[in-house]
């Protein structure tokens, strides 16, 4: 872009160097040619170097030097075509391309030169007899051409920025909230805090993380955890289900908020086992040997989103304390739930070794496994393999 932009520059001093020579304005004209000169001296840098900040000074500098000294030997602002008007182009250029430091320093130096010329436009006047009509008028056309023609994609190009910034910014919006709650926080800034009567949370732990990660590169072991949660991510998305956050190599995941669902029992244990049936292939696609152990609990809780500088959508409440407890519970490679996670999951879904648990902090809670689905049951070469006995 920057040398198509250059070549453009080059042909338009072109013309006007050949309209100043056509009407006899040879300062004029020779100082078009001392520009052009810097022009081709900017595009050979940058050719060299790829600098785009210094391609952009050296364009600016002896073009804001020219215009002024056109202003001056064609006897004012007026009969100069407008030329004191590029000096906006280039406060433009300058804020683009090299910050809001030099766009401030360019901006005040055109509004004193501005300010300058206006206040000599008699006195250039009387130094010299108008030029020919002919030459002002086309200095006025080039003026208008091509500086519609410079601002055009310029305003484009911010258009497309911004636009680029917010797609940018809502993506990584969407990084760490869900878009419901985004939605929310972009219309009502402040608190965000919501009140479920009925959620189905799920803990996923991957065992044997701590173990492997002391045998692998720390990149090595990021490049691995970020395609197993990558897949998890998937999967969550597939069944309707909702991410809240990985802690370490622990995933979170919940349905029923923030969008709410009566089905959320089902959506869960589907992604539940899910998670377990991707397992072997994500293990015989990275060379590892992970097991899932994963708790499920229902209740209702308490979610919304904390932090000012660093948003973080969570959830809080006893469900989510069960949830946590049931994974650590488990063992590894079966899906430990509450007796209320099989009572509300429905028909589709089969559950055995129904118990009383000792849970710290809760005391005996009535617990059994979550073993398939109930189809699978009647078709048991289809049926997926838990570890349960």
Request: proline letters at 4%.
């Amino acid at each position: 872009m920057p040398l198509i932009n250059g070549i453009g520059i080059i042909l338009n001093c072109a013309v006007v160097g050949t309209l100043a020579f056509t009407h006899d304005e040879q300062l004029f004209g020779w100082s078009v040619v001392a520009v052009t000169v810097a022009y081709l001296c900017a595009i050979a840098a940058f050719m060299i170097t790829a600098r785009l900040g210094l391609y952009v000074h050296l364009l600016l500098w002896p073009s804001m030097a020219q215009n002024i000294f056109a202003i001056v030997v064609l006897g004012g602002i007026v009969w100069s075509g407008g030329q004191l008007f590029w000096g906006i182009i280039l406060a433009i250029a300058a804020a683009l391309f090299l910050g809001k430091r030099v766009a401030v320093i360019v901006a005040w130096s055109y509004v004193a030169i501005a300010l300058v010329l206006g206040l000599l436009e008699p006195t250039l006047r009387e130094l010299r007899s108008q030029p020919a009509l002919g030459l002002s008028t086309g200095l006025a056309v080039d003026v208008f051409v091509v500086s519609v023609a410079l601002l055009v994609p310029v305003v484009v190009g911010l258009v497309d920025q911004i636009n680029a910034e917010r797609d940018r910014s809502e993506r990584l919006l969407l990084n760490v909230l869900p878009r419901i709650i985004a939605d929310r926080l972009k219309r009502e800034p402040g608190v965000i805090a919501d009140a479920y009567a009925s959620c189905t949370v799920l803990f996923a732990d991957l065992v044997g993380f701590t173990d492997h990660s002391l045998r692998v590169s720390p990149e090595r072991l990021i490049e691995e955890l970020n395609e197993v949660f990558s897949r998890f991510d998937a999967l969550v998305a597939a069944c309707g289900a909702e991410k809240i956050k990985t802690m370490g190599d622990g995933y979170l995941a919940v349905a029923g908020a923030p969008d709410e669902r009566s089905d959320h029992a089902a959506v869960i244990c589907e992604l539940a086992l899910q998670l377990q049936e991707s397992l072997p292939k994500i293990n015989r696609d990275l060379g590892t040997a992970f097991e899932l152990r994963i708790g499920i609990d229902t209740g209702p809780l308490i979610a919304g989103v904390v932090g000012k500088s660093r948003f973080s959508y969570d959830l809080w409440g006893q469900t989510v304390n069960l949830a946590s407890r049931m994974q650590t519970l488990c063992p590894p490679g079966m899906v430990l739930v509450t007796d209320p996670v099989s009572r509300v999951a429905g028909p589709d879904f089969v559950f055995d070794r129904h118990t009383m648990t000792e849970v710290k902090g809760v005391g005996q809670v009535a617990t059994c496994v979550l073993v398939g689905r109930a189809e699978e049951s009647a078709n048991p070469r289809g049926a997926i393999s838990t570890g349960a006995s």
